[in-house]
């Protein structure tokens, strides 16, 4: 097992994060809100998951331990797998997970593509008594977040730059994603990179 990848960062792309390791690049499927936080060419350190199949050999990064092992949790389950499992990492924390599991809301999986009601309720039984009891932190989490001054704008900006566009490009996205930031009762700044990139899409 892989436990962790340490170096610099080599390449960003959506959805994937190149660490150099001992002179070898090494490809790591990460989450929007993982890849957020890395930077071209600075040290990075992620706590890693690799996943065996016949034909491949995938390895899935997370900002820290209690990611990967909610992600080996949720990958484990009867019809969900890494893509699914990664995208529900994708959307929520593991801890807004364990609170999601503990008070049954469906609604809260529902919010992961790829999920839809039917599925949502079989989940929550096959994860009620694995993911383990919510550690209470996801209230006082975003407290003292809110009264920061737009600090997402700052993290999307940064994000976006990472990913190799110039700064006037990443001026402009952070932009055409502002209403839909100020929209969010909490701002998810993984699903606002996914609408940056669309928009930058588009305007290419």
Same mark, same amino acid.
């Given at each position: 097992?892989?436990?962790?990848?340490?170096?610099?960062?080599?390449?960003?792309?959506?959805?994937? &994060?190149?660490?150099?390791?001992?002179?070898?690049?090494?490809?790591?499927?990460?989450?929007?809100?993982?890849?957020?936080?890395?930077?071209?060419?600075?040290?990075?350190?992620?706590?890693?998951?690799?996943?065996?199949?016949?034909?491949?050999?995938?390895?899935?990064?997370?900002?820290? @331990?209690?990611?990967?092992?909610?992600?080996?949790?949720?990958?484990?389950?009867?019809?969900?797998?890494?893509?699914?499992?990664?995208?529900?990492?994708?959307?929520?924390?593991?801890?807004?997970?364990?609170?999601?599991?503990?008070?049954? @809301?469906?609604? #809260?999986?529902?919010?992961?593509?790829?999920?839809?009601?039917?599925?949502?309720?079989?989940?929550?039984?096959?994860?009620?008594?694995?993911?383990?009891?919510?550690?209470?932190?996801?209230?006082?989490?975003?407290?003292?977040? #809110?009264?920061?001054?737009?600090?997402?704008?700052?993290?999307?900006?940064? #994000?976006?730059?990472?990913?190799?566009? &110039?700064?006037?490009?990443?001026?402009?996205?952070? #932009?055409?994603?502002?209403?839909?930031?100020?929209?969010?009762?909490?701002?998810?700044?993984?699903?606002?990179?996914?609408?940056?990139?669309?928009?930058?899409?588009?305007?290419?």
């Amino acid at each position: 097992m892989i436990a962790f990848v340490q170096g610099p960062v080599a390449a960003l792309t959506p959805g994937l &994060a190149v660490v150099e390791v001992g002179g070898v690049g090494m490809a790591v499927q990460c989450t929007p809100t993982t890849l957020a936080t890395l930077r071209l060419g600075e040290p990075a350190r992620l706590a890693t998951s690799l996943v065996v199949r016949e034909d491949s050999l995938t390895l899935y990064g997370f900002a820290d @331990d209690d990611e990967r092992a909610t992600f080996e949790v949720l990958q484990a389950a009867p019809g969900v797998g890494p893509r699914l499992a990664q995208a529900m990492l994708g959307v929520h924390s593991p801890e807004a997970l364990r609170v999601a599991v503990a008070q049954g @809301d469906e609604r #809260a999986l529902i919010k992961v593509p790829g999920i839809g009601k039917a599925k949502a309720a079989k989940l929550l039984l096959e994860y009620k008594d694995k993911l383990g009891a919510p550690h209470g932190t996801v209230p006082t989490q975003h407290a003292p977040v #809110a009264a920061a001054p737009a600090p997402w704008s700052e993290q999307l900006h940064a #994000a976006l730059v990472g990913l190799g566009y &110039a700064p006037r490009e990443a001026d402009e996205a952070v #932009a055409a994603v502002t209403p839909e930031a100020e929209a969010q009762q909490r701002t998810d700044v993984g699903a606002l990179l996914k609408s940056a990139l669309r928009s930058l899409s588009k305007a290419r």
